[in-house]
């Protein structure tokens, strides 16, 4: 690593990363380049750098010469990650998916159980058959009616967990806790 990168790699500076697959492709001239934050210097890691991007709670790693990335004249404090509970939106990189007007996610270990946030039993089972439906499950071999109603709440898990959220059975009434229907697999 040169001396110039070594300066320039530190906690706190802007970067923008262009992913591997998007360097050198004549297909696509104007190469995506994500903005980012470095958040910690790894040199037990092959001498990476720790970045988060913009919009994540996820980090990716890369070497500080890495040509994909660049550095910005802007250092400052890396942003705190929210943590605690939250009410989701739809977004799906965090798994929050928008079926049927209403949000659904899948949660266990292996994903098979769902959660649909409304109040409404009827659209909660209209959600869950058209999500089932579109990734290939036989809506027959389902049993809609074992839907239960639940209160949850919905937690931020920590930059780099398993998980990015966590959901656990609440009360009506306890803070930020939502309706939803529960579907076990």
């Excluded at 530190?10 to 380049?33: A, F, K």
């Excluded at 089972?125 to 639940?150: C, F, H, Q």
């Excluded at 009360?171 to 529960?182: E, F, L, T």
Aim: one cysteine or more.
């Amino acid at each position: 690593m040169t001396s110039t990168l070594t300066e320039k790699a530190v906690i706190g500076r802007r970067v923008t990363l262009t992913y591997y697959r998007d360097l050198n492709r004549p297909d696509r001239p104007d190469r995506p380049e994500h903005p980012g934050v470095i958040t910690e210097l790894v040199p037990n890691q092959g001498a990476s750098v720790r970045i988060r991007l913009d919009g994540t709670r996820c980090s990716v790693y890369a070497r500080p010469d890495y040509e994909g990335l660049t550095y910005l004249d802007e250092v400052g404090p890396v942003p705190e990650l929210p943590m605690g509970r939250f009410t989701p939106v739809a977004s799906d990189p965090y798994g929050f998916y928008k079926k049927a007007g209403v949000l659904l996610a899948t949660i266990g270990e292996d994903g098979a159980d769902l959660v649909v946030i409304t109040d409404d039993p009827e659209i909660a089972r209209a959600a869950a058959r058209l999500y089932d439906t579109e990734i290939g499950v036989d809506v027959d071999s389902v049993n809609y009616g074992a839907m239960a109603p639940k209160w949850a709440v919905f937690e931020w898990e920590p930059e780099d967990a398993e998980c990015p959220w966590t959901v656990s059975w609440a009360s009506k009434g306890d803070d930020q806790a939502v309706h939803i229907y529960y579907l076990p697999s």
